[in-house]
């Protein structure tokens, strides 16, 4: 059940508004028509803002493949999405749902009707629901989709679960060096004054960063809420985002990773929205977006204009570094045969291993170097609180 707020007319053609609990708009129709009511419009009531759960990368995955797996079995598009929001578990995600349904009930397109929540399904799966709508592959089109961000989250939680222990080493390190500031060393610092012992160089460095962090807390706090606002500020400046996506391709020890990274989600988008009639030119603006890289979008764009002008695509992927070697091969044999889409896709599966291997070697030169930056931090932390203390007894042989 849900509420909806509608507008009737009577038989002298007087309009008014209400609200009525029921599950979908045709059965308020034919429930207002009991009464002898003409439906005008009705729209489903908005959720209150502050009640919203995020919903998460694997509920739409687990919605595309359901939605394909019931379109595909010959349920109707509006029987599906009933049926999806009644089994969903996260309230909002049941609400968006069921939005859509009532938009698709009251003519909308798919597109249109998805297209409200493209922060919930993306550009990506917007595309390819318009493509299969139109072309009347809607249940590829699905399925497709279902694989696709399946494969988009299986890579993401690959890489965080890759880097997670640096991470959480760096937040212990943190934490230590921050208790040891804050509560170790002012107890040592009052200490040497009772002693009068000279400080030598890292136990003045240690005492001073302890009073500053413990006396100035208030202004570490305003200067990092200040840069925290400054940075989100700039991100969203074209130009320094440019600059910032350009740094991040040629960056040090990391720009192979993001580089691999990139082309995934640019070349697998292209080759899925291909594989249900896309065309090329509108399948290369979907992936530009995709890919979330001004210098990729830069790339998609002259790629369009050499395509109009007639040349191959696997001979325009040549003009870039950014593409692998075996990318372009592949794009080559799947234009000779006829098998584009399914050439590329498989050169993604491969470039995806790639990716996980990369992750793995690079975490096996970061760990011994964190390690070793952990041991220098702690060892400078110990030799600046007792090295006073041995300067002292030194003072009484």
Known sequence: ?????????????????????????????????????????????????????????????????????????????????ETLEEQAENQTFKYVIGDIRQNIESGSSLEKAFGKYRDVFSDFFLGMLEAGESGGKLATALELSAEYLEKQTYLKRKVKSAFAYPV??????????????????PVFSK?????????????????DLSSLITNGWWAILIAVVTAA?????????PR????????????????????????SHFMRTFAMLTSVGVSLIKALDVASIVAHNHKVTEIAKELQETIEAGNPIAESLKDYDIFPPMI???????????????????GVDFL??????????????????????????????????????????????
């Open 1 to 81: 059940m849900a509420v909806y707020e509608y507008t009737a007319k009577d038989e002298t053609g007087n309009e008014f508004s209400g609200t009525y609990d029921i599950d979908n708009v045709a059965v308020l129709r034919e429930e207002l028509a009991k009464m002898g009511y003409a439906l005008v419009k009705a729209r489903r009531e908005k959720r209150p803002a502050g009640k919203r759960k995020r919903i998460k990368q694997p509920e739409v995955v687990a919605f595309a493949y359901k939605f394909a797996g019931m379109y595909s079995a010959g349920l109707s598009i509006l029987r599906c999405l």
């Open 168 to 185: 959480v080493v760096s937040i212990i390190c943190f934490v230590v060096v921050g208790t040891l500031l804050i509560f170790v060393v």
């Open 191 to 207: 200490l040497y004054k009772q002693l009068r012992v000279p400080l030598p160089g890292p136990t003045q460095v240690l005492v």
């Open 229 to 237: 606002v400054v940075l989100q500020r700039l991100s969203r400046n």
């Open 240 to 263: 320094i985002r440019a600059r910032w996506d350009a740094f991040k391709l040629n960056m040090p020890v990391f720009a192979k990773l993001n580089r691999m990274i990139v082309v």
């Open 328 to 346: 372009t091969q592949l794009a080559a044999s799947g234009e000779e045969v006829g098998m584009l889409p399914e050439m590329l896709n498989k």
């Open 352 to 397: 995806d291993k790639d990716i996980e291997r990369t992750v793995n070697a690079l975490l096996v030169k970061l760990e011994p170097a964190l390690t070793l930056i952990m041991g220098a931090i702690v060892g400078f932390l110990l030799v600046g609180v007792y090295l006073p203390m041995y300067d002292y007894m030194g003072h009484f042989k």
